[in-house]
């Protein structure tokens, strides 16, 4: 394993956001504070409890998860579309480097701001609402796996992407409307029966329903699906990157 690669690369990354902080953590983090002020303290403050548990506590993971995923896939697709777009993907490739290397190196440095604007975020929750964590160590499982998962995920995308509107598309068009329909802001239990088949079958409630169960030990699934779906998800990431690097799919283009 060549650590001094991994180093290299996540090393620029890093250096990346740090150069752009307004728009990597401030507008995120702003973003989210406007969610807690509109649903948390203004729309909250005249809804009931939900499990026993203040509105605007319960909306916390959900918007989490929102943020979370949007920057997890945002951070890993623009880092490595980048080098496509300026043709310096091919030093890289040509380089004595592993793609195992270069998905750490990338990937690695994508989950790490999105865990840190994760950790910035409930931080910044505690100014507008009361909450607590009952289980902390879920918790930050939760935070790494979701976004090692979607940092692969972004890290796919901007492979795939041809130009900068298809970096869009994805978080825009899917990953956002998927986030509101996943519980982000209500129980699916709230929902009629058929509504909450349906609702089974998209992915992101698995993370909300797990997510919520590490703060305040209530979930809308089970545990062990919520950790095995996104486990899957995730082993699926894998499996397909490796087959990029194997058949050179649009890196070479």
Request: proline share 4%; with cysteine.
């Amino acid at each position: 394993m060549n650590f001094y690669a991994i180093k290299a690369i996540y090393t620029f990354e890093i250096a990346r956001t740090l150069r752009t902080l307004m728009q990597s953590i401030a507008s995120p983090v702003i973003s989210t504070s406007l969610y807690f002020i509109v649903f948390g303290a203004a729309i909250g403050s005249r809804m009931g409890d939900i499990d026993g548990i203040s509105y605007g506590a319960f909306i916390i993971p959900g918007l989490l998860m929102l943020a979370l995923l949007g920057e997890s896939i945002s951070n890993a697709a623009f880092g490595i579309f980048f080098p496509k777009f300026s043709g310096t993907i091919y030093e890289v490739l040509s380089a004595p480097v592993s793609y195992v290397e270069i998905v750490a190196g990338y990937v690695g440095a994508a989950a790490t701001k999105s865990i840190v604007l994760g950790l910035l975020i409930m931080i910044t929750a505690r100014f507008f609402v009361d909450y607590n964590i009952e289980h902390p160590f879920w918790m930050f499982c939760f935070l790494v796996l979701t976004a090692v998962t979607f940092s692969l995920f972004g890290f796919i995308l901007g492979i795939w992407a041809k130009n900068f509107q298809q970096l869009q598309v994805v978080p825009l068009l899917v990953i956002t409307p998927l986030t509101f329909l996943g519980g982000a802001f209500y129980s699916i239990n709230m929902l009629p029966p058929f509504w909450q088949t349906v609702t089974l079958f998209n992915p992101i409630v698995y993370l909300i329903s797990g997510f919520r169960w590490s703060f305040y030990g209530v979930a809308d699934v089970h545990l062990a699906v919520s950790v095995g779906m996104t486990s899957l998800f995730m082993f699926a990431c894998l499996i397909y990157i490796a087959w990029i690097f194997k058949t050179g799919y649009r890196l070479r283009e």
